[in-house]
């Protein structure tokens, strides 16, 4: 399969030639029966009015070669907000010869941009069109490295845009937005509702889009651009929506409060950051809110983060720079960034038993925050005790066999109500937690969390390594208590070690019947660069190897 560009119904694709070369020589000629409209995942064959098209190529084996030209013409003269198009000339396959090529008016003015190393274009006149070309030989596939980057902060690729400013961008932005900042009466009422002695009534308003409005393209998603959002009033009657349709409905609710509040443009930063030289719409693929605050900067609020608190913003739009659209100006700002202890799961139990017969039971209470309690709350939302504590028991027994949860302890703070910080407690009891020899028992502290080296990762690497998708601190916080037919006689020494990309740090501490564990792990950073990497992996590794320690109890 080989994925084109998104297109729109102002443009129509033609394939003029596409086959396969086999191994043996044998050219397979596919044409046009090679084309057909992919699935965009789970919002089916069309996101709005957007489409991505495939080509099909059978008889492919190692070895072979395909070989294709696609025509992606634009039916319009030009594009509101000007022409633009992106185009990747590497694949994970190794790429032979590959040409961009595009036609357009010659007083045209074109901004272009190459991600990678790439020659100059060529430009000739050609049937009174201007003829730019890129090209590219010999181009090595991108290597399939587990965790890496996304490949398009990793490819060579080329970007063209004849938009003449972003202000024309912002302004096609607003002319698609303005006819969907409509209310209802009933919008209008849970308004009213919702802020009425509210203490942060933006809050409030956040709290209800994001853990009301689920996301995703709703009956009546087909019919709008691709870049425009539905009316306010359809996104809360549908509870369904994109993250324009979820940020245009609280920007509305928000207005109607009268608080004013703006859209934010941004790129995610698994796409990269925008290239402020080439102007486009096609640059941008999220929306959020951003509130006006007394000291000139922003409240960023992004309805999309289902069940996140408002204090916090999603890891992968952290950092980003994006363009505020006001009604008369646009402004740039970089989002925060949040260090790992904002992006915290703790995990304490002060009363684990140990028996003699090597079972350990107690009670845990689990608490997060930042992304770390947006996930938790997400897992959790809608589950009674009974499933609650099944998808506790299947977590636990990753580190212990025979691991059962009693779903009457099970007690868990609603998803939906972000006021109160997240909590879940419940009791467990895991049979053959210890191993057993005739006269030992040998108990792992780390019985909740165990690193381990991800499958697949070699020794070397090319590419960066995303050990999270945001700076995050684990702890655990144990107390072991032995029962008194065992006699602790051997416990490990402490570990840490510390590098610039995290550090751990493992403690222990024997008071009569009583072993104090301790377990803090931090990722300073998300992401690795390739040349740190032999220290991440040697740091993994010897956290795995604490993880690991026993303490040593003899049957008295």
């Not at 901004?111 to 006149?125: F, K």
């Not at 308003?205 to 009546?220: A, E, K, M």
């Not at 222990?508 to 390739?530: F, H, K, N």
């Amino acid at each position: 399969m080989q994925d084109l560009p998104w297109t729109t119904p102002y443009q129509s694709v033609k394939v003029v030639e596409a086959r396969t070369v086999r191994r043996d020589g044998r050219v397979v000629e596919v044409g046009d029966v090679a084309l057909r409209a992919a699935s965009a995942g789970r919002y089916g064959d069309t996101f709005g009015d957007v489409v991505r098209f495939q080509l099909d190529f059978p008889y492919v084996e190692p070895g072979a070669v395909i070989d294709y030209e696609v025509t992606i013409a634009d039916n319009r003269p030009l594009m509101p907000e000007g022409v633009a198009d992106l185009f990747e000339l590497q694949a994970t396959d190794p790429v032979q010869s590959a040409t961009y090529t595009l036609r357009a008016p010659p007083e045209l003015v074109l901004a272009s941009h190459v991600n990678g190393r790439l020659d100059a274009p060529t430009v000739r006149p050609r049937d009174g069109l201007s003829e730019t070309a890129w090209h590219a030989r010999g181009l090595p596939a991108i290597v399939a490295e587990r965790l890496r980057p996304s490949d398009v902060n990793q490819g060579l690729w080329v970007m063209v845009s004849a938009t003449p400013s972003w202000e024309a961008v912002a302004q096609r932005y607003r002319e698609l937005a303005a006819p969907a900042y409509v209310s209802s009466t009933a919008l209008q009422q849970l308004v009213k509702q919702l802020v009425t002695g509210a203490a942060d009534p933006a809050r409030a308003l956040y709290q209800y889009v994001c853990t009301t409005v689920h996301y995703g393209v709703g009956p009546l998603e087909q019919r709008a651009p691709g870049i425009q959002p539905r009316p306010a009033y359809e996104t809360f009657e549908q509870r369904v929506g994109d993250c324009k349709d979820q940020a245009t409905l609280l920007l509305t609710m928000l207005r109607e409060a009268g608080i004013p509040a703006l859209p934010a443009l941004l790129r995610r930063q698994t796409g990269g950051a925008v290239v402020e030289d080439v102007p486009c719409m096609l640059q941008f693929d999220h929306v959020i809110v951003a509130v006006p605050a007394r000291d000139g900067r922003y409240r960023w609020l992004d309805p999309t983060f289902s069940y996140g608190s408002p204090d916090y913003l999603p890891p992968d739009v952290q950092g980003a720079r994006a363009m505020v659209v006001a009604d008369d100006r646009i402004h740039w700002a970089e989002l925060p960034t949040f260090a790992a202890a904002a992006n915290v799961h703790e995990r304490t139990a002060p009363d684990l038993s140990v028996a003699a017969d090597g079972s350990l039971a107690g009670q845990v209470t689990v608490t997060a925050a930042g992304a770390k309690e947006q996930t938790l709350r997400y897992d959790f939302s809608g589950l009674g005790a009974r499933e609650t504590a099944r998808r506790v028991a299947d977590g636990l027994a990753q580190t212990m066999q025979n691991a059962s949860v009693d779903p009457a302890s099970v007690a868990v703070t609603a998803a939906d109500d972000l006021a109160r910080p997240f909590r879940l407690t419940y009791q467990f009891r895991a049979e053959g937690y210890a191993d057993r020899t005739q006269k030992l028992l040998l108990l792992r502290p780390a019985v909740f969390e165990q690193a381990r080296l991800p499958v697949g990762l070699g020794a070397e690497r090319v590419y960066p390594l995303r050990q999270a998708s945001a700076p995050e601190r684990r702890v655990n916080r144990l107390r072991f208590r032995i029962a008194p037919e065992l006699r602790v006689t051997e416990v490990p020494l402490a570990r840490e070690r510390r590098e610039s990309f995290g550090w751990f740090r493992i403690g222990y501490r024997m008071q009569g019947d009583t072993l104090e564990y301790t377990r803090e792990v931090e990722l300073t950073q998300a992401q690795i660069p390739a040349e740190a990497y032999p220290r991440w992996r040697a740091w993994w590794l010897d956290l795995a190897d604490a993880d690991r320690q026993v303490v040593v109890a003899e049957r008295r």
